[in-house]
């Protein structure tokens, strides 16, 4: 099973999955790759409202959004904070692990 790393196309957070889920997850959402939070906005904004909302209309106002949301600069940094804090605590899981061993 081969892992590779996937950006969401909307937030920007990646992830790292299998093939298989990273192609199982576009196929759902018009050929993008979204993580889970965001593709929970995209399927309630989808089933939202009387009238159903196109999949394709969803991701692009979903993708609109969090455009405007990362050009807040305290939001990038605070995205920053967020990447290193989850690359010290992998560093951590890996020596803590060597030491055990």
Not at 55 to 69: L, P, R, T, Y
Not at 75 to 98: C, H, I, P, W, Y
Request: proline share 3%.
């Amino acid at each position: 099973m081969e892992i590779e790393s996937a950006k969401c196309e909307c937030c920007g957070l990646k992830e790292d999955c299998t093939k298989d889920y990273i192609t199982d997850v576009k196929s759902k959402f018009d050929g993008k790759w979204l993580c889970g939070l965001c593709s929970e906005a995209v399927r309630d904004e989808v089933s939202r409202g009387k009238k159903p909302y196109p999949m394709e209309e969803a991701v692009k106002a979903h993708m609109s959004f969090c455009g405007k949301i990362k050009s807040n600069p305290a939001v990038r940094v605070a995205d920053g904070m967020r990447q290193m804090l989850r690359r010290r605590s992998t560093e951590f899981s890996s020596s803590n692990k060597q030491s055990t061993t």
